[in-house]
């Protein structure tokens, strides 16, 4: 069974940083792509961000874009997000995905493993 672990979350104060880290129980070069996603209660979950897995090609969600990185490192088959100058409404639960599927969309939400979530809360 694959398994996705994602550590990392916690609090800061707005204009901070925190980084979180998801680990595969499988390896990550293998895989199409991988992605950090946050829902907030009574919001849509978003895409933060996704990585191609073999070609390090990423995408980030306008929202983010200059402030958060994703990162992997097929080696540790680790995923990473580093969160820089966050805001208040960067506060959710994160959670990292990956696909595998040949057919799989990396540009959609319908990713076939997920991990637990992490909570970030960000306070002004």
């Known amino acids: 069974q694959v398994r996705l672990v994602a550590s990392g979350g916690g609090s800061a104060q707005a204009g901070g940083s925190l980084g979180l880290s998801c680990t595969a129980s499988?390896?990550?070069?293998?895989?199409?792509?991988m992605a950090w996603f946050r829902q907030a209660p009574g919001y849509e979950r978003e895409r933060v961000a996704h990585?191609?897995?073999?070609?390090?090609?990423?995408f980030h969600a306008t929202s983010v874009q200059g402030r958060f990185t994703i990162s992997q490192d097929n080696a540790k088959n680790t995923l990473y997000l580093q969160m820089n100058s966050l805001k208040p409404e960067d506060t959710a639960m994160y959670y990292c995905?990956?696909?595998?599927?040949?057919?799989?969309?990396?540009?959609?939400?319908?990713?076939?493993?997920w991990g637990q979530g992490t909570q970030v809360t960000v306070s002004s």
């Open positions: 990585i191609y897995s073999r070609s390090g090609t990423t």
């Open positions: 995905a990956a696909e595998s599927r040949s057919f799989g969309d990396c540009d959609t939400d319908s990713y076939e493993y």
């Open positions: 499988i390896g990550t070069y293998d895989t199409i792509c």
